[in-house]
């Protein structure tokens, strides 16, 4: 069965610092992968997603992931936070052997400092 | 485009009552899909439609949970009877073939 972890549950970071948060996923097939984000009050968004081609995908609010196949990993980050970039984190995996079925990850909450 | 409508957004119940969840898809997406979200964890699928058929309800408990999507659009989740347990959000989503998933805002409900 896929499974997907998250290594942190919580992240407090201060304006302008970077950001990674991990994400490994526990498939050896056809992945794709994607990035939630849910706001505070909010539903979930769609950060960025991977289907294939190049690891490194970009998203939106400046975020990027990198995809590293051997490694199971597809981890977000973002070279300088902001405020309103606090919210939860979460990595998802659709594995197309499983058809259109997502698993997701346990999040992350992330909190940014003014 | 229109995003996925639920309702309703917030229930409060009594344990062993009964309640009903609604879910409109985007237009033209052919899979449905709702999750369960309990406080603090990621989202757990509970059951997936493709058109009006149920794709996967491995993890829908069956002996009080039910969903049906009849004409292939909207859905309904059902809870009867409700269990403490099941305070959670319930978030219906949809998507087209090889796409992302689109969230609705969620049912939050709350067992007493």
């Known amino acids: 069965a896929q499974s997907v972890s998250q290594h942190n549950h919580h992240v407090i970071l201060s304006e302008a610092a970077s950001l990674e948060l991990g994400c490994n996923y526990s498939?050896?097939?056809?992945?794709?992968l994607f990035w939630y984000v849910q706001y505070p009050g909010q539903h979930l968004q769609l950060l960025l997603k991977?289907?294939?081609?190049?690891?490194l995908v970009k998203g939106i609010k400046g975020f990027e992931a990198e995809f590293i196949k051997s490694k199971f990993s597809f981890n977000l980050r973002k070279p300088s936070v902001q405020w309103s970039d606090t919210a939860e984190y979460f990595c998802?995996?659709?594995?197309?052997?499983?058809?259109?079925?997502?698993?997701f990850g346990p999040g992350t909450r992330l909190s940014v400092l003014p | 485009e229109a995003g996925v409508a639920q309702s309703p957004r917030y229930k409060i119940i009594e344990k062993r009552q009964s309640v009903a969840f609604w879910c409109n898809p985007i237009?033209?997406?052919?899979?449905l899909y709702w999750y369960q979200q309990i406080l603090g964890q990621g989202p757990k699928l509970l059951i997936q439609f493709q058109n009006n058929g149920v794709v996967d309800d491995s993890q829908l408990p069956k002996d009080r949970f039910s969903a049906e999507r009849l004409k292939g659009v909207d859905s309904t989740l059902k809870i009867q009877p409700a269990k403490l347990e099941d305070s959670a959000v319930y978030l219906c989503?949809?998507?087209?073939?090889?796409?992302?998933?689109?969230f609705g805002n969620g049912t939050r409900l709350t067992v007493t």
């Open positions: 991977y289907f294939s081609g190049d690891p």
């Open positions: 998802a995996v659709n594995a197309e052997n499983y058809g259109q079925n997502f698993v």
């Open positions: 237009s033209g997406h052919a899979t």
């Open positions: 498939y050896g097939g056809t992945v794709n």
């Open positions: 989503a949809s998507s087209q073939f090889h796409s992302p998933l689109h």
